[in-house]
């Protein structure tokens, strides 16, 4: 069974630019989680959808948006980007609400330059 | 107070030793507890994952729930240089919000 995929493995844009990450959780999985990984930081969450609909959202700028579609994959967009938003874009899915761990991609690292 | 506190280290230890990682945490309706091991540069690879208090073993990892302290642990046996990453706990009270620490990084030296 394939694992959650996540596109491109690396992205490089330049400062106020847009940028489109893409994600496709496990077969089966509703919920898709996008997380920031900067340098030497933790995981920070941003935004999580299920079944389609945007649960909830991390402290980040509203420049930083995304969608889930019926399939339940998943892109997350940067607008404006800025050179702080240089990270590694981990996006995780899981299964049934309250039954399930989360499973992660490997990632998409964005270099805003 | 963050939800998590994990002690990011670095930890350096011998070959073969035993190691203990250890999260702790504030909010009592966390239910369900996971470790993760993350390589440098990428995803983090899901560990262990266990519900509500007690010990889960699997192979030379096991992972410890104590809820009335707050407290878990990943505990790794007879370490080996592979081992070497960074290690994350995260935590739910749902199944479907998770909280992660900030992940301790491990090296095992040969």
């Known amino acids: 069974e394939a694992g959650v995929t996540q596109s491109p493995t690396h992205l490089i844009k330049t400062r106020g630019q847009q940028a489109t990450l893409r994600c496709s959780p496990i077969?089966?999985?509703?919920?898709v989680y996008w997380y920031q990984q900067a340098l030497g930081l933790g995981l920070q969450f941003l935004l999580w959808?299920?079944?389609?609909?945007?649960?909830n959202r991390g402290n980040f700028p509203p420049r930083f948006s995304g969608r889930q579609f019926p399939n339940y994959s998943s892109e997350l967009n940067v607008n404006a980007l800025e050179l702080e938003d240089s990270a590694l874009y981990l996006c995780?899915?899981?299964?049934?609400?309250?039954?399930?761990?989360?499973?992660f991609g490997q990632g998409t690292r964005l270099t805003v330059v | 107070q963050k939800e998590v506190e994990q002690d990011p280290g670095p930890l350096s230890v011998p070959e073969g030793a035993i190691v203990s990682l250890n999260c702790t945490y504030s909010?009592?309706?966390?239910?369900?507890f996971m470790w993760y091991r993350q390589y440098s540069r990428k995803g983090p690879e899901l560990l262990m994952y266990?519900?509500?208090?007690g010990n889960k073993e699997d192979g030379r990892f096991t992972a410890q729930v104590d809820k009335s302290s707050k407290y878990i642990s990943l505990f790794i046996r007879d370490s080996q240089p592979s081992d070497s990453a960074t290690y994350l706990c995260?935590?739910?009270?749902?199944?479907?919000?998770?909280?992660f620490g900030t992940g301790t990084s491990l090296t095992v030296i040969p």
């Open positions: 266990t519900y509500s208090s």
């Open positions: 959808y299920d079944e389609g609909e945007e649960r």
């Open positions: 909010n009592s309706a966390f239910q369900y």
């Open positions: 077969s089966g999985h509703t919920s």
């Open positions: 995780a899915s899981s299964s049934l609400i309250g039954l399930s761990e989360a499973f």
């Open positions: 995260a935590m739910s009270n749902t199944g479907n919000q998770f909280y």
